[in-house]
T-cell receptor, first 113, second 114 residues
Framework: AQSVTQLGSHVSVSEGALVLLRCNYS??????LFWYVQYPNQGLQLLLK??????LVKGINGFEAEFKKSETSFHLTKPSAHMSDAAEYFC???????????FGAGTRLAVHP | GAVVSQHPSWVICKSGTSVKIECRSL??????MFWYRQFPKQSLMLMATSNEGSKATYEQGVEKDKFLINHASLTLSTLTVTSAHPEDSSFYIC??????????FGPGTRLTVT
């Protein structure tokens, strides 16, 4: 069975500060890992994905994530937060392709001036 | 490209009535569509997976007779909530896939049952 744990349901940073959102996964097979962003009352937008290629994955809006197998982690980072980054972020895992996504509980990112 | 729409975006219905939600892939053919449910401030829970022309596969604990899913074409899937009750009030999100390694999400439909 696969699962995702997102540490920290709420993260608050200052504008311009580093953003770090944590995600740990559990999978019995090589996982595919994803980060999505959700703005209020909207669907999900894919930020980036890991599909067994490069372990450092760059996504949209300046976000990136590093797959660390030894730590079973896939943390999301952004060097400098912007007010528009305030949203809900979801980490997800699948066992290959997109046949089924298992989502973490989500982390709400707040960015203050 | 890869746009998924949902209709309606917001619906209020009375308890005991049925509501149909449409999910369309606008610029691609979706061999697989997924339906998720999201409660306020919570994560997405997969309800069912549907392949065009086949019966949907429901996740454990999801009542297939209550949440009817039809995937009649490569661009349209519908979710019908039958005999809706207040506890069915939620945000319903669909996604569509071409079978490759990408799921494209719709904007969601907020259902309120009074």
């Amino acid at each position: 069975a696969q699962s995702v744990t997102q540490l920290g349901s709420h993260v608050s940073v200052s504008e311009g500060a580093l953003v770090l959102l944590r995600c740990n996964y559990s999978s019995s097979v090589p996982p595919y890992l994803f980060w999505y962003v959700q703005y209020p009352n909207q669907g999900l937008q894919l930020l980036l994905k890991y599909t067994s290629a490069a372990t450092l994955v760059k996504g949209i809006n300046g976000f990136e994530a590093e797959f660390k197998k030894s730590e079973t982690s896939f943390h999301l980072t952004k060097p400098s937060a912007h007010m528009s980054d305030a949203a809900e972020y979801f980490c997800a895992v699948s066992n290959g392709g997109y046949n089924k996504l298992i989502f973490g509980a989500g982390t709400r990112l707040a960015v203050h001036p | 490209g890869a746009v998924v729409s949902q209709h309606p975006s917001w619906v209020i219905c009375k308890s005991g009535t049925s509501v149909k939600i449409e999910c369309r892939s606008l610029d691609f053919q979706a061999t697989t569509m997924f339906w998720y449910r999201q409660f306020p401030k919570q994560s997405l829970m997969l309800m069912a997976t549907s392949n065009e022309g086949s019966k949907a596969t429901y996740e454990q604990g999801v009542e297939k007779d209550k949440f009817l899913i039809n995937h009649a074409s490569l661009t349209l899937s519908t979710l019908t909530v039958t005999s809706a009750h207040p506890e069915d009030s939620s945000f319903y999100i669909c996604s569509a896939s071409t079978g490759g390694n990408e799921q494209y999400f719709g904007p969601g439909t907020r259902l309120t049952v009074t």
